[in-house]
């Protein structure tokens, strides 16, 4: 047994958090600042050039001491050290889980199966950089002596958005190249690619752990095929790399041994970002800034590993998560970045957090009787705002966020950069302070509306406010500021998962419905069809209708 497998139901701390919540249910987050003027200092942390506030929450010094009991009393400190120490705490998968290892900041051994894999990182990190280096210099040509140009990337959930959230998140350290990513199996999506690209200077790069997912086979199958259209058998090896755990299924597609990077066992999927499972990453932004992201994800680490609990921001923003989820029974959590090149932050986030903590079963293979994962959504405000914001204001449901934002913009702008911060604040103010009933008859009077207009239109102006959230307010989008970003949010997984005592680093639930797909599949083309339920099968049918 590696991780302390404890019912967090059972613990002490649980029990006082819930007399906790019942004593403090019906506060106000503006009653806690009234209570204590040093509010804000005590619940925010500065940490390297990050900021975190998270006084307008609805939790006072009492919740928050025993939420780092329970935090405590969840061997969380013994866990940690079992995480970086390379014990193989995904248990079901018998892995270690070492994405920590490939950014350390002062490499040492790390032992898996007996073997320190340290220096072997550092030389498959030195492979990647000058296979990198040679593509951006032009000194790795295509097959007919050009330049490559666009790289396309073939890969899906880990082994595409991170890779896609950081591209775009670095764009404003994007050299030349230009990376598109192709990941869904539908066919319009390969093609549109395709449409785009010049065979003689683009660069494939598939990147599967597995080598076995059948959208980025059917995808690498389809460009391959237009591909040798184009140009001979020969070309491949200009054109067409691969990044896998398995060897000998990428040479059986056709990619030589020279071409292939390693994954290995050790990193997850999600996770894989920061390995050669971030190759595509690397090529766009180069070596020097991709080392930036690895420090930085390798200082959040430190940070992580080291600080006291109160003062460690993966920690607080965790047992956050865990007090609105377990405690308020809220469902779901909203990621706001405040900044159009993380777009794509919450739905890479989706998979980071859903695909590890939405698990149903505890460490000693029981039902959980409390809620674990939470559903993870968002988009980057301002567009936020004029979309689903009406619902977070004023609708039924509690939903706490976090908002991300940056101080100093990359493109100097002050205009710009002053009017999309001013929304960064207004919005987590108003979130709390909401619109009282006197404030706005004040204002309707001043406006010179009547009584009896004042009094028709109120309820639907009021806001009621008490709505939480964090602010995560970081100098500036840098690729280290987004590496330690990123590795916040992951160490924020680990947390939760440790305290739901749940199995964060598998994903057995995504099983299911390839095997079943697969199944349907082969219907297709068969005449007799009798093993599906009968809605699906109707379905089947329908579809062959339109078969060609
Ligand atoms: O969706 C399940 C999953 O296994 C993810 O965890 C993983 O990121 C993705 O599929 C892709 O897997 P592979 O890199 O093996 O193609």
Redesign the pocket.
């Known amino acids: 047994m590696i991780l302390n497998k404890h019912n967090p139901l059972s613990l002490k701390s649980w029990k006082l958090l819930e007399s906790n919540f019942g004593k403090n249910a019906q506060k106000k987050i503006t009653d806690y600042f009234s209570e204590d003027s040093d509010r804000v200092k005590k619940l925010s942390l500065q940490w390297e050039s990050f900021y975190v506030d998270y006084s307008k929450n609805l939790l006072d010094q009492e919740t928050l001491d025993l939420l780092l009991a329970l935090a405590e009393e969840s061997g969380l400190n013994q866990a940690i050290s079992d995480y970086f120490e390379g014990k193989k705490i995904n248990e079901t998968e018998k892995r270690a889980v070492l994405h920590t290892a490939l950014r350390q900041l002062n490499p040492r051994t790390i032992m898996v199966d007996g073997q320190n894999i340290t220096p072997k990182i550092e030389e498959v990190k030195k492979q990647m950089y000058d296979f990198a280096d040679g593509v951006i210099s032009g000194k790795w040509k295509g097959y007919t002596g050009k330049e490559i140009t666009h790289i396309v990337n073939i890969?899906?959930?880990?082994?595409d958005l991170g890779p896609a959230m950081v591209t775009e998140a670095l764009k404003f350290y994007n050299n030349h190249l230009q990376v598109t990513f192709v990941s869904n199996v539908e066919g319009d999506h390969v093609e549109e690619e395709i449409k785009k690209i010049d065979p003689e200077k683009t660069l494939f790069v598939i990147?599967?752990?597995?080598?076995?997912?059948q959208e980025?086979l059917s995808n690498a199958n389809t460009i391959k095929k237009w591909f040798l259209s184009h140009a001979p058998v020969s070309a491949i090896s200009n054109h067409f790399v691969a990044v896998s755990n398995s060897l000998e299924k990428v040479i059986e597609f056709g990619i030589a041994s020279e071409n292939i990077l390693p994954m290995n066992e050790w990193i997850?999927?999600?996770f894989s970002l920061w390995s050669t499972g971030g190759l595509s990453i690397c090529l766009a932004i180069g070596p020097k800034n991709f080392e930036d992201l690895l420090q930085g994800a390798g200082k959040m680490d430190e940070h992580f590993r080291t600080a006291d609990f109160k003062e460690n921001m993966p920690v607080i923003l965790a047992l956050i998560t865990i007090w609105y989820n377990n405690f308020w029974g809220v469902e779901t959590e909203a990621i706001i970045p405040y900044s159009q090149y993380l777009k794509n932050l919450p739905s890479y986030l989706q998979q980071a957090i859903m695909?590890s903590n939405g698990k149903g079963v505890d460490q000693n293979g029981n039902p959980v009787d409390y809620q674990t994962g939470n559903i993870i959504w968002g988009a980057s405000g301002t567009n936020a705002q004029h979309a689903f914001f009406q619902l977070m204001h004023q609708g039924t449901k509690m939903i706490p966020a976090d908002f991300i934002g940056f101080a100093k913009p990359l493109n100097q702008d002050n205009d710009h950069h002053d009017k999309l911060i001013s929304n960064f604040f207004a919005q987590t103010q108003a979130l709390m302070q909401g619109k009282s009933a006197e404030i706005l008859r004040e204002e309707l009077t001043l406006q010179g509306k009547s009584h009896e207009e004042i009094e028709a239109i109120l309820p639907f102006k009021i806001f009621e406010g008490n709505r939480p959230s964090n602010t995560l307010f970081i100098e500036q989008l840098t690729p280290a500021n987004l590496g330690s970003l990123i590795a916040l949010y992951e160490h924020r997984i680990f947390v939760q998962g440790i305290i739901w005592n749940i199995y964060s680093y598998d994903?057995w639930g995504?099983e299911l419905g390839k095997q079943l797909a697969n199944n349907i599949l082969k219907d297709f083309d068969s005449k007799k069809i009798d093993h599906h339920d009968p809605s699906t099968h109707q379905l089947i049918e329908h579809y062959k209708k339109f078969r060609s």
């Open positions: 890969g899906i959930g880990g082994s990147v599967s752990k597995t080598f076995t997912t980025t997850g999927g999600r695909e994903q995504v």
